[in-house]
């Protein structure tokens, strides 16, 4: 098996030098760690050193071993050192030091990308877990989508479930407005007969999506805090209530506590005020693009919950496409193979 060095180059100010791939070459315009094969004779450190000299003219120092991982047929050694000087790149499209958080917003190799993001969500660890509720924590659409047929049918026509469901995937508030203005009727003639139907009654039989209760216990018996932005009103606690799920929560933000709807930061900020959150050390879940935009606006990182793959290009810093991804997804460990 190919053996590979890649050192994880820290200057005194914490940042780690990543370098992006050129054209033509595999992996192409992807970042990554720099190092390269380890000649006979050489172990993983001497290999880093000389592949350093060689591509970056970097001196290095405190060389140690931190994790092995293999990738594409290769054995990768991945290494920690230090450096005060300055890279010279020889063969990358482009080099520079980002702060471990920052990785995550880079494309990195494949080798290359469970390392940075387990390096990011360590410094520090995250702590504080911000949660959505409707199709986030519970499985909600089903039932917000017969409502808004029914209610589609009270006001004179019909629309199929699944466009109802992606117009109440950017929210209930767009659905009633586009189909009002595209079937020719007031606003609020339709958001009258929505809310005749008096949906929230049906909210505390809303099941908890899969891997939710676990994520949610898992993440507290690890020291994680757990809170809720919801723009629902009170009958979302007492749905979380009656599956045993609303003692896990530290706080909560309803409909009744009088914030702005996301994406607006207001309820997000009002968290972090009140528990003192370090923002480096919260996230904000959620499984639309409002809820990760609330996230972002309030300087906290954000994580798509998109089953469907309905948004790939929201600019979340995180994503899954299961809630059983979560626990490791927000909280990995950096370890050997």
Not at 3 to 22: F, H, N, P, W, Y
């Amino acid at each position: 098996m190919i053996e590979v060095s890649a050192g994880i180059i820290k200057r005194t100010d914490g940042q780690i030098l990543i370098c992006q791939r050129g054209a033509g070459r595999h992996n192409a315009h992807l970042w990554e760690f720099p190092g390269g094969k380890r000649e006979p004779g050489e172990d993983a450190a001497q290999c880093l050193r000389r592949e350093l000299g060689e591509e970056l003219s970097l001196p290095v120092r405190n060389v140690r071993e931190l994790c092995v991982r293999e990738a594409e047929g290769i054995r990768f050694t991945f290494l920690t050192c230090e450096t005060d000087a300055e890279p010279t790149p020889t063969e990358h499209k482009a080099v520079r030091f980002v702060p471990p958080r920052g990785m995550l917003r880079y494309p990195f190799c494949p080798a290359d990308t469970a390392v940075a993001r387990e390096l990011a969500l360590n410094a520090p660890r995250l702590r504080h877990f911000l949660w959505d509720f409707d199709g986030t924590l519970v499985d909600s659409y089903p039932g917000l989508t017969a409502m808004l047929l029914k209610a589609c049918r009270e006001a004179g026509f019909e629309v199929t479930p699944e466009y109802a469901l992606e117009l109440m995937k950017n929210s209930l508030g767009h659905a009633v407005t586009t189909l009002a203005a595209e079937h020719g009727m007031p606003r609020e003639g339709l958001q009258a007969a929505v809310d005749r139907q008096n949906e929230d009654a049906l909210v505390r039989d809303y099941p908890p999506i899969p891997g939710i209760p676990e994520t949610l216990r898992a993440l507290r018996a690890m020291g994680g805090q757990h809170y809720l932005v919801t723009h629902r009103g009170r009958a979302a606690l007492e749905c979380l209530a009656h599956h045993g799920l609303l003692d896990l929560f530290t706080d909560t933000v309803t409909k009744e506590d009088g914030f702005p709807r996301k994406p607006a930061p207001d309820s997000v900020r009002h968290l972090l005020n009140k528990h003192c959150i370090d923002p480096a050390e919260a996230v904000m879940i959620g499984d639309r693009p409002l809820d990760t935009a609330a996230g972002r606006n309030a300087g906290i990182l954000s994580c798509l919950l998109d089953v469907e793959g309905r948004f790939p290009d929201d600019p979340c810093e995180l994503r899954v496409s299961s809630a059983k991804q979560l626990t490791e997804s927000l909280c990995p460990e950096v370890t050997g193979v």
